[in-house]
């Protein structure tokens, strides 16, 4: 028979039944066995996915409407001798190419990352001898060997422990080590709770264990972690669907308007060859080539600025993202909270003792009834105090900015914190009263015990769970006499806790036990019966004060935040409502793996907290909210993450306690590990997104405005008003030189005043289009009328005329490049001198231009002459009067041309 590995739930089983479904015994399986395993299950490691090769990945990113529409118009431009237009279309494609082979590249690295976590050698008893064997030789039914600082070989049943701790952080998220043991579970439990396994990849950090490899390769947790991030499907960003909807709707378009151009042409008898040019350089014109370049230095440029926010962008694509954001799941522990436990109460005395102070500062005050008190005015306060103290790991250290760093626990850090705030300091109690033994806290205690010299005799201190410190003691330290422990003081003890409970607050009780002076060893100590009962400490982990005004924030902006936490229900709706989320539902762990995806889809609309979660839960919770519509920002730190993350419309890693599988997984990493560096970045996401509309409205109302003036002139007068390569210069040193700095326009103020836009509103919306259609209409008349009355119907006034109708289209296009700043807000609302890169530009093109008409040998180049004062009064009196139309509809209707800008219409 062969073992039977296949979903078993080994946690519930003894070490002799797990030997026996293994077919396997203690002193481990024998060379033969293990062989004939390995053939049978495969190296023990995470699988690798096969790889597209490099060129084939690179080539893929010229696979879009757009780039074969610019690749035709390079080919044709070169064809027809136009280098430096095709020399620029060409070099866009190839550096677009170039950043999404980069950004594509390295999805692949979670994967990578994951790999490197598998241990590289394990200790194996293999036939009655200890050895070490590559852990990828390790097969189900093996016996292992851990010891501290092992890295955990494969998911394995704990057969005998000695004081075994496992940091398993990378799967479960839990900063602190758990506290491990051999015996059997009575019920399913969630894998943060299976406290008699050990899992692929996490780490020993205190004692030694023998264990029964129950699972190998991708049958482990980390496997199915591998195998969820390798089965993610990454979807398109809602900036790529837009911009692939709109090359759709330029190629037809465009492309159908100047047919029309050439037919109108040769119906008008113009030269073939002309008409031809004309047609070629109003098609590369037409076609915004210049907007997959602005695209790109816009979307780096606000990772740059998100950057300075700590968003560090992984991803180009998740900067626009961010800005479409309608739901928000985040961690609580560190992210929505400081991740550094504070004392708030203390029970001592029959008093309830209030402790003011931030997390991280040794100052504040006790309080009584709100009335500050000095420690020694409660008798046994100081002793409670020097019991936490004591009976304590963890150590303060306090840097020379007096910023406080906890090492060790921050629950012990917390009481270290506390003492020092009576200024008792923990270095010179330990000095005067020296640590002689212990007894660990472990989960089959709760509670824990140090042993120290006071007054000529021995004394224990004790911390640990209420009632388990309540069962223990037989008497009472009331302001400072021992009495016996009553009824009545015990009911008031349970109260007490039972209200810091209700509030989420997390309680220690804290007792001692006198002891001979010879006595050096705990082991032998009875316990029961024998403790001082002291007093109670409550202690939380505070909410974020910039966490409360982003939440805040993320309600005005239609954004709904979800909390996604391992911690209970009680702690995470008592933190949601300091922290003013919106209230609803509260699904536990358990639950959710009670539903089908389909019922989960039905609920997760009204959920708030998601509370007890297991490691591959938050991928499920994401594909229901995208199933519902939702672009969704997911945060995460550990390796259980990974999936999340990636399936995350953008993945969030946490920059300090992330593992470095969810930072690869992730598009964008925190440096502080902030809530409100979420927030602040959808701020940067949304005004990015607004200037890249601002820029894509300036270059198709004046590119269409372009086509319509040929249109007007072809068929109302006959001639072409403009020579190809002024349409090429237009497009060249106004169009994309003026453009780009309208993506970098500074943001209003009111991005998160508006709500999120709706994943299928892309770039272009309803209103975008009526006001391009009206900008571009008024220009193309107010250019053809320039032409026809420069023209007159004289063949002598030709040049003169196309040389006029050239200045106003690029005069046009320098007022547009203002109007283009805001849909809603005037330019004196959003100040003149605002956006410096514009006016830098607008400059340096009328000085080109102006360089163009002037000089003598660029004359000949471009087909110009020079023109006059009231030539130029009627130009830039044309384009003025367009802009100042404009800027008072912004006034009178701000928001005629905001239709379907959200929401479909």
């Known amino acids: 028979m062969t073992p039977d590995t296949e979903a078993r739930p080994w946690f519930m089983l003894t070490a002799q039944e797990a030997f026996e479904a293994l077919r396997s015994h203690r002193p481990g399986l024998t060379d033969e066995e293990a062989g004939a395993r390995r053939l049978q299950y495969g190296p023990n490691e995470l699988q690798r996915r096969r790889k597209t090769s490099p060129l084939i990945a690179f080539l893929k990113q010229f696979m879009s409407p757009l780039?074969?529409?610019?690749?035709a118009a390079g080919v044709v431009t070169l064809a027809v001798r136009e280098y430096l237009d095709a020399a620029v279309i060409f070099v866009v494609l190839l550096a677009n190419a170039i950043i999404g082979y980069v950004q594509e590249s390295r999805a692949e690295a979670a994967m990578e990352a994951l790999l490197q976590m598998a241990a590289p050698q394990a200790k194996v008893r293999r036939g009655g001898t200890v050895r070490l064997i590559p852990a990828r030789d390790i097969v189900p039914g093996d016996v292992i060997i851990l010891e501290s600082g092992d890295k955990v070989p494969a998911d394995a049943l704990l057969i005998e422990v000695s004081e075994l701790r496992v940091n398993e952080a990378v799967l479960t998220g839990e900063s602190m080590p758990v506290t491990k043991h051999s015996n059997p579970l009575r019920k399913d439990v969630p894998l943060a709770e299976r406290k008699n396994m050990v899992h692929m990849g996490t780490i020993v950090s205190f004692g030694r264990a023998t264990a029964l490899v129950v699972a190998t390769g991708m049958s482990t947790e980390m496997g199915k972690i591998a195998r969820a991030i390798r089965e993610v499907e990454v979807?398109?960003?809602?900036?790529?669907?837009?911009?692939?909807r709109l090359s759709k709707f330029l190629v037809?378009?465009?492309?159908?308007?100047?047919?029309?151009?050439?037919?109108v042409g040769l119906l008008q008898k113009l030269p073939a060859l002309d008409i031809f040019l004309v047609a070629v350089a109003a098609a590369v014109s037409a076609i915004p080539e210049g907007l997959p370049a602005v695209v790109t230095v816009v979307l780096a440029i606000g990772m740059r600025t998100m950057a300075r926010r700590n968003a560090i962008i992984r991803r180009l694509m998740a900067v626009e993202s961010l800005g479409s954001a309608t739901v928000i799941c985040t961690d609580k522990t560190g992210t929505l909270t400081e991740n550094r436990m504070t004392v708030r109460r203390i029970v001592v005395d029959g008093k309830v003792i209030e402790v003011t102070g931030e997390a991280g500062e040794l100052t504040g005050e006790f309080r009584v009834d709100g009335r500050p008190v000095k420690p020694e005015e409660v008798p046994s306060l100081p002793t409670l105090l020097r019991i936490g103290a004591l009976c304590n790991d963890a150590m303060l250290s306090v840097g020379e900015d007096k910023s406080v760093c906890i090492l060790g626990d921050p629950t012990e850090g917390a009481l270290v914190a506390v003492a020092a705030k009576a200024s008792l300091d923990k270095e010179k109690l330990q000095a005067a009263s020296p640590r002689v033994d212990e007894i660990p806290f472990q989960t089959e205690?709760?509670?824990?015990?140090?042993?120290?010299?006071?007054?000529?005799?021995?004394?224990?201190?004790?911390?640990?769970?209420?009632?388990?410190?309540?069962?223990?003691?037989?008497?009472?330290?009331?302001?400072?006499?021992?009495?016996?422990?009553?009824?009545?003081?015990?009911?008031a003890i349970r109260e007490a806790n039972q209200a810091?409970?209700?509030?989420?607050?997390?309680?220690?009780?804290?007792?001692?036990?006198?002891?001979?002076?010879?006595?050096?060893?705990?082991d032998y100590v009875d316990f029961r019966g024998h403790l001082v009962f002291v007093g109670l400490?409550?202690?939380?982990?505070?909410?974020?004060?910039?966490?409360?005004?982003?939440?805040?924030?993320?309600?005005?902006?239609?954004?709904?935040?979800?909390?996604?936490?391992?911690d209970n229900s009680l702690t995470a709706a008592s933190v949601a409502r300091q922290l003013g989320m919106q209230p609803g539902k509260i699904i536990l762990g358990a639950e959710l793996a009670g539903m089908s995806d389909t019922e989960l889809e039905q609920v997760v609309e009204d959920v708030s907290i998601f509370a007890r979660v297991e490691p591959l839960h938050k991928l499920r919770i994401v594909n229901a909210l995208k199933k519902r519509g939702h672009v969704v920002a997911m945060t995460g730190d550990g390796v259980n993450d990974a999936p999340a993350l990636r399936a995350a419309s953008i993945g969030v890693a946490m920059g300090i306690t992330g593992t470095d599988v969810a930072k690869e997984a992730s598009d964008m990493v925190l440096a502080d590990d902030n809530f409100a560096s979420i927030v602040a970045a959808v701020e940067e996401g949304r005004a990015i997104f607004t200037g890249l509309r601002n820029v894509l409205f300036f270059l198709l109302s004046t590119n269409i405005g372009e086509l319509l003036v040929l249109l007007l002139s072809l068929i109302f007068i006959g001639k072409a008003p403009l020579l190809a390569v002024q349409i090429i210069w237009a497009n060249l040193m106004t169009d994309t030189a003026v453009g780009l700095p309208l993506?970098?326009?500074?943001?209003?103020?009111?991005e998160l005043k508006q709500p999120p836009r709706h994943p299928r509103v892309g770039l272009l919306y309803g209103g975008l289009i009526m006001r391009i259609a009206f900008l571009a209409a008024m220009m193309s008349l107010g250019v053809f009328a320039i032409f026809a009355w420069s023209y007159r119907g004289d063949a002598g006034h030709l040049a003169k005329a196309q040389t006029m109708a050239f200045c106003a289209l690029v005069a046009f296009q320098w007022f547009s490049a203002f109007?283009?700043?805001?849909?809603?807000?005037?330019?004196l609302r959003l100040g003149l001198f605002r956006n410096r890169y514009l006016l830098l530009c607008i400059a340096v093109a009328v000085a080109l231009q102006m360089a163009v008409v002037y000089v003598p040998f660029l004359q000949e180049a471009f087909g110009t002459v020079g023109l006059g004062v009231w030539d130029w009064a009627v130009i830039f009196g044309a384009a003025a009067a367009l802009f100042l139309a404009e800027e008072a509809r912004k006034i009178i209707a701000p928001r005629l041309f905001s239709r379907g800008k959200w929401t479909p219409a």
Do not use: W
Request: proline share 5%.
């Open 235 to 244: 979807e398109k960003t809602p900036l790529q669907k837009s911009i692939d």
């Open 252 to 263: 037809v378009t465009l492309l159908a308007v100047c047919a029309l151009l050439v037919i």
């Open 67 to 71: 780039i074969y529409v610019l690749l």
């Open 500 to 522: 810091m409970a209700a509030e989420a607050i997390r309680v220690i009780a804290m007792a001692y036990m006198e002891l001979p002076v010879d006595t050096v060893e705990l």
């Open 819 to 827: 109007n283009a700043r805001s849909d809603e807000h005037t330019v």
């Open 445 to 491: 205690n709760l509670y824990m015990v140090t042993l120290h010299p006071q007054d000529g005799k021995r004394v224990a201190y004790v911390k640990g769970a209420t009632e388990r410190i309540l069962s223990l003691s037989s008497h009472y330290l009331y302001n400072g006499q021992v009495i016996p422990l009553g009824e009545d003081h015990s009911r």
């Open 743 to 750: 993506g970098f326009e500074p943001k209003v103020g009111d």
């Open 537 to 566: 400490v409550g202690m939380d982990d505070p909410p974020r004060q910039e966490a409360i005004k982003a939440i805040a924030q993320c309600r005005e902006a239609g954004i709904k935040v979800i909390m996604i936490t391992g």
